[in-house]
């Protein structure tokens, strides 16, 4: 399951470097998928073949967010989601329209950093 960022967030920044898998964006600032991974393509849903260095869309312009293709709950480097363990206000929770066993979000580590 991956982890999604509440309303209550302050902007404060604390999360970001502590994702293993550059899954935290700043508000208003485009992702995508080979920044903190080792990604050079991306299979789109369509099938088509995607530069993982395309810039896509931001998932929030207010508050800090997290792409849930690339969290995988620190699964294969740490015990515990560490955006969680370091939020001053816990609005890192996690999001039901993610749901993934353990062993899904480790098949997941292992996609987005070829080992
Ligand atoms: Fe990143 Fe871990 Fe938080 Fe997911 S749970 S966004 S992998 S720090
Ligand atoms: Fe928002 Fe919490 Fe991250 Fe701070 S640590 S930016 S409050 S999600």
């Known amino acids: 399951m991956a982890l999604y ?5 302050i902007n ?6 502590e994702c293993p898998n550059h899954a ?8 995508n998928f080979a920044e903190g ?3 050079a393509e991306v299979e789109t849903e369509t099938g088509e073949s ?3 260095q395309t810039l896509q869309e931001p998932l929030s312009d207010f508050i800090y967010y997290i792409v849930p293709y690339k969290c995988t709950e620190c699964q ?12 001053p206000v816990e609005c890192c ?13 480790l098949t997941k580590k ?3 950093h070829a080992v």
Do not use: M, R
Request: aromatic share 10%.
């Open 5 to 9: 960022i509440t309303d209550a967030c």
């Open 12 to 17: 404060c920044g604390a999360c970001l470097a």
């Open 24 to 31: 935290i964006y700043e508000p208003a600032q485009s992702w």
């Open 37 to 39: 991974t080792a990604l």
């Open 50 to 52: 995607l530069d993982a």
């Open 76 to 87: 294969g480097f740490e015990e515990e989601p560490q955006c969680q363990a370091v939020c």
């Open 93 to 105: 929770l996690p999001d039901a329209n993610f749901i993934e066993s353990k062993a899904e979000l």
């Open 110 to 112: 292992e996609w987005l």
